[in-house]
Each structure stands twice: as structure tokens, then as C-alpha cells.
């Protein structure tokens, strides 16, 4: 079996979106959660991107994944922060918690890792469960203008220790009747000329029709649902250039 999120592909990833870096997105949050007094959850918190800002703004923040090796690197993170937040190995769909959140939020995407419907849906029900009366889900997805299959990339890193670490990714799958796709990384680092450590990542993404996720939405029980795109609030999406964003009231 492939990977998924592995030690060399979570080190890539700290890397290439270390601490704090934003595609608009952590401002946008920030802003969004200003007015929450409770606790926050964010799934899928990989290496801790938005969740150590967030609790470096002075807001009370949980995180789980379901890679450790991303968990391993989240927690160096927060240590050399002096944070100590809670962290827990789990899934969207199945994670279960004794705790209710004023908000539940999922940035650039992730979600859309929940590739096949029933899943996906399990875990909207779940985080449902897990908000309080009045708490807000607030989760970005995207909807992909073009797929070419067998296009590869390759981009390029150095590593602390001067190691080069390089990752060759392309899609080779698409279902457009169950709206998904499939990309594969490779992922490799070299040491002096020689290659010393390789992976193979498997990565699903899902897609939905703006108004399709809505209605999943609505039918889940979430209401008073706002519509964003671009991290600008309140403006409706006209195409496919801009992350699209849901926030949702239980």
C-alpha cells in the first residue's frame, strides 16, 4: 500500500508551508473567529500551520490527524513555541471527543482529502455533534478548472541537515461520475549525490458543485450558511480561480 502523510512527505510539508505562512487564509480565520469565546477544533491540523497562530493570538485550539508523523512534527512546533495545546490521532469521519467547540474549521481544502461521499458526510454529521448550540463550522474547498493526468512537477528543497529533498507529483486518475481525482507523489531525498530515502504518496481529492454543498450542508442540519471566495467575505464565486468558503451555524 501507498503512504499517506508520511515521515519524509510531513518534513517536506513543514518545509514548504512552515509556520504561519498564508495563502489569506490565516488572516481571513483570525478575522472570522474573532468574536469566539470557546474552544476551537481544527481536523486534519497536520504540522500546525494555522493552529499555532491561532493559539498564539491568545485562542484555545485542539487539533487532531490522522498521520502521527504530522503530529510529531506539530508538536516540535508548538514545544519550541512554548504551547502546549491538546493533540490527538483521529479521523474526521470516526473521531470522537468529550468536548463541544464554539468552532470547527478546516482550511485550503483538506476536507476534500474525505474522497468518497459516505465518508465525507460521516464527518460533517460528526463535527455537527461536536459543535455547541450556535457554534460555526467554517471549512474552504475548491473546484478544479482543469485535470491533466500524467502531467508530472517536480519542485526542490533543502533540508536543515543539507540534505535535497524532492517531490514528483501528477494526477493519474479522475472519476467524474463520483467527482474525484487521484495524484501521486514521489517523494526522495539525497544525501552527497546518493538517493537515501523515498516514498510513494497517494493523494484523493473529492470535488462538489457550490450549491451541492450547501444543500449537504443544510441537509446535515447546519443552517445560516454564508458563501466566500478569495478570503474576501460575503462575495459569491463566479469561477474556479479562488478557494471557496462555507461557514455554517448548528
Known sequence: MLGYYSRLSSEVYDLDKPIGSSFGDIEYYLERLASC?????????????L??????????VDGFDVSDEMLEVCRTN???????????????????INAKYAAIVIPTGTFLLLHERE???????????????????????????????????????????????????KKIEVDWIRQYFVS?????????????????ERYPMRWYGVEEFKAILEGVGFSDISISTGYRYGECP???DSLITFEAMK
Open 238 to 240: 463566479e469561477n474556479t
Open 37 to 49: 469565546k470557546g474552544r476551537i477544533l481544527e481536523p486534519a491540523t497536520g504540522t500546525g500551520r
Open 119 to 169: 465518508k465525507s458526510l460521516q464527518a460533517l454529521q460528526n463535527f455537527h455533534r461536536h459543535l455547541e448550540t450556535g457554534g460555526r463550522l467554517i471549512v474552504d474547498l475548491h473546484v478544479p478548472a482543469v485535470i491533466e493526468l500524467e502531467k508530472t512537477s517536480t519542485r526542490t528543497w533543502q533540508a536543515a541537515n543539507g540534505d535535497t529533498l524532492t517531490v514528483e507529483s
Open 78 to 96: 508548538c514545544k519550541e513555541r512554548g504551547l502546549a495545546p491538546e493533540l490527538f490521532a483521529g479521523k474526521m469521519e470516526s473521531f470522537t
Open 184 to 200: 501521486q507523489g514521489r517523494y526522495e531525498r539525497w544525501r552527497e549525490g546518493r538517493l537515501v530515502e523515498t516514498e510513494l
Open 51 to 60: 493552529l499555532v497562530p491561532l493559539l498564539e493570538q491568545g485562542f484555545q
